[in-house]
């Protein structure tokens, strides 16, 4: 350091020390008799926190210690209030204390700090409303508080907060570390897409078409996103007409965002609904609060709820709307004051929901939007009656006064039918073979039987590279413990997770196995659907699931967002009922076909195996049912447009418009192939 920046900052501690100084130093002088610097001895009756004790007052602050990143975008903190008790609402609780200690946490009303208090100090907004409790500066101590990001909506504007680099890190993580490599941008024209409906809207090609909020299409741009995926392409105008929807996508193409952008931009530019800012009356205590979301999205699994919680902080950065999570088996306590603190979007489980509603925490009344993540998964026969309570019988609006928004990579027609009485007039849209599975990933069928399973495994994980991770699924949580000791006993770094372990359990396994220390995860169906962990690069079905649908969403955690990966699946005869699904997902994919499974599939034609759809679903076979809009079929449906984004429907192009992008697709992996390694010589009779 130079020695007029030592002199230069040695000033700047003066400046700093007679800006706090206070009115009981003789004089305001800070020298003692003989002239010398005074001690830093703390001004009588005033606190000085030990972060600002000798250092400069926050305006002269440079920007390595101030959370904002850029100083010149940082507005002008209005001037410390000369003496602020002079200024705050004299109805302020009594037991606040006068001398304001910014360590104080205690009772008073926090959230709904009403805009009146700081007029005096300035007209701007953006300090007067919330200005100590949601996050804006803190005028009173003149320091940006750690949640300076936060921003809101006041006078019917939005005013986003600030830019805050360290956030942006945790939030977005390195700025060239986003992954999303292997989609395959230029070929989108290739992808079959079907809208029907009534009036559908157009997609768009591009973010810059949706005449995207700025706030928002920054944060998408921070998120590594350039281009929209096909479903976003569809989804974002149509939600943006205010349509309901029934989006059917492959596993990985984007979904979350497909519902995800067009809500968020609503909230942005309308803002939240008037009368609702009414109904907390400010000067309640948090308490007496009651979290009334504009948004509900409802999730089948808490980790997946978790996820689409993340996924939506990152694009409510900086914006008036704050994203909440509710799920079971977590501290409901710490929920409780979670939703209450700030709720516009609202994450949840169906069963922690309804339990938050029964204690009068959440209302439902200001409900704009509904959407129902993996719907086939809740409206199946385990989710349908909280659904229904959810919806039907709680204080939401009814389908005509809120938009309804469904996504999944299945939709079976009896799940369609049922869907109806949440939906008005909707649009389903499919996108790129939905029902189906992307040829990004590899499907191997290797014939085990059940004895056989354990050294089978064991042969696979010793054969793979070591890079990427690998999620093994069976069917049930006794299976899962089993395996799991046996694959610690043969020294696998192995992890598993399923719904008898304890939230924390779950969440420290999941944890594990997305940072690598754990790279082998044991799981059952609660990890089948919607998780999105980058680098699994082998879904092992060691127990294949009883319906066909399950199987597309276990194997779609991998090979996501254009990425490759390898499914291997462990079939013998008690699989028998899921053969003629599985034949026509991997016909549908480009896949290899074992000629032992073609056998058996004949076979189970013969003996009248799978003619009984799994769980009920009305499946039946594969090969139309659950991709297509059941209202085609139906006797005197009329649609006035019905639209494919491309001639060749059947492009052989994937979910992102690789054409034959799969490396593994039909060649041996080293470790099974045709003829399978543990099954029956192919060609002869399975039975
Ligand atoms: N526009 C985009 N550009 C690049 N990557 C994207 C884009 N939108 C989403 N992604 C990434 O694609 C991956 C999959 O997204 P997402 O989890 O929403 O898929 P999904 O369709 O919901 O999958 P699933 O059916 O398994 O629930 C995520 O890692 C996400 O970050």
Redesign the pocket.
Known sequence: MSTTDQSQKSLHNDLANLSLKDSNRPNGSNNTQDGAAAPKARPKGKYIPPYLRGKPTFASQTSDDSLVDDPAESPNFPPRAANYSQTRDKSFPASRPDNLDPNYRGAGPRDNFPQSRFNSQNDNPAFNRNTTWSGRNDTRFNRPQRNNFLGMWAKGKHFPGQRNPKYEFTLFGPPDGVE?TG?NFDKYDDIPVEASGPNVPPPITNFEDASLNSLLAENISL?G?????PV?KWSIPICSAQRDLMAC?Q???????GFLFPILNFAFDIGPPDDRENENVPGISLRQKIAMPIALILSPTRELATQIYDEARKYCYRSWVRPCVVYGGADINQQIIGAKRGCDLLVATPGRLVDMIQRGVISLKYIQFLVLD?ADRMLDMGFEPQIRRIVEQEDMPGVHLRQTLMFS?TFPKNIQILARDFLKEYVFLSVGRVGSTSENITQKIEYVEEEDKFSALIDILNSQPDQGLTLIFVETKKMADILHSHLISQSFQCCSIHGGRTQSEREYALESFKNGRAPVMVATAVAA??L?I?NVTHVINFDLPSDIDDYV?RI?RTG??GNVGIATSFFNRGNRNIVRGLVGILKDANQEIPSWLNIVLRESYDFGYSKTAPRGRGRGGYGGGSSRDYRENTKGAKFNHRSKSTANVRSGADQYGNRGSNPGANSSYGYGGAPPMYGPDSGSSWF
């Open positions: 999303h989609i998120s996103f350039l281009t929209p995926t976003q996508a596993t990985g193409s984007g979904k979350t965002g993996e990579a659907r919607g999105d980058p969403h779609g996501r967002a």
